[in-house]
């Protein structure tokens, strides 16, 4: 039997107090399992679960819509390689300035 | 325990992918859709240097939770994350308007054997595709 343990907000505590270990045990199991098998590979549970939990559906949400998503493509590969040319060129900039950049780019006009 | 983000930096191509992603927003839906999604981006990349952080100080590897995108990783020989961007302030299931990917390496500035900066490499939207691959120009 593998043991993992995980912080819980008090209520969530409180409410799992009720329950036997066994049930606890078969719980977690069942949410990990379900959290990995909607992930794909290409995402950790940690991450989807994390994002599902701060985007609850609403009424527009239709949640039989797979939400978009799309491979890294050659474009995408070809920018990275640009980038780390950049790096070895030292063309690295702080994200401060960049943002005080944007900032100012983008101000009303 | 305090954990401190991690350094956010970028490549200068992939500043001027973000510049000129907040043209194309500003031209596509106007000065506020572009000064909020300005705002967004800088939040999003914020909350992921902390999270990004934690994870790394929480994991004994020393590795964020997140796998590394295998393409980008297996063709330049190293880690390269990919970190989804919603700037819409809501966005229907399915669909990649307001969706923005970064990508991103965790490099170890300052030698300690424990990645300290969240350095972007690249600011693309989710729909870009090659050129020729869809009879049109990257959206």
Same mark, same amino acid.
Do not use: C
């Given at each position: ?109 | ?59 004994? &590897? +020393? =590795? /964020? ?5 295998? #393409?980008?990783?297996?063709?330049? $020989?190293? %880690? ?31 030698? &300690? +054997? =424990? /990645? ?5 490499? #690249?600011?693309?939207?989710?729909? $870009?595709? %090659? ?9």
């Amino acid at each position: 039997m593998n043991t993992l343990t995980i912080e819980l907000p008090d209520e969530a505590y409180h409410a799992a107090l009720s329950f036997t270990p066994q049930e606890r045990g078969n719980l977690a199991a069942v949410m990990f399992t379900t959290a990995h098998s909607l992930v794909g590979g290409k995402e950790s549970a940690f991450a989807r679960t994390k994002g599902q939990a701060e985007h609850e559906p609403d009424d527009e949400d239709d949640v039989s819509i797979p939400d978009y998503d799309r491979e890294t493509n050659e474009d995408d590969l070809a920018a990275i390689g640009r980038s780390l040319q950049a790096e070895a060129e030292g063309r690295i900039i702080s994200g401060d300035v960049v943002f005080a950049r944007l900032r100012e780019q983008l101000k009303k006009r | 325990m305090i954990i401190t983000p991690l350094f956010l930096d970028f490549l200068q191509p992939a500043e001027a992918e973000l510049s000129a992603a907040g043209e194309y927003v500003r031209y596509d839906k106007g000065d506020d859709a572009a000064e909020m999604f300005g705002e967004r981006v800088e939040q999003a990349l914020a909350e992921a240097a902390t999270q990004i952080a934690k994870e790394i100080a929480d994991n004994e &590897t +020393g =590795k /964020p939770f997140d796998a590394p995108d295998e #393409a980008a990783s297996i063709k330049w $020989a190293q %880690p390269m994350y990919r970190l989804r961007v919603e700037t819409a302030t809501k966005r229907k299931r399915g669909s990649s308007a307001g969706l923005w990917y970064a990508y991103y390496s965790l490099r170890d500035n300052s030698d &300690t +054997g =424990k /990645p300290d900066t969240l350095r972007i490499h #690249a600011f693309r939207h989710s729909a $870009a595709r %090659p050129i020729g691959t869809d009879g049109g120009a990257s959206e």
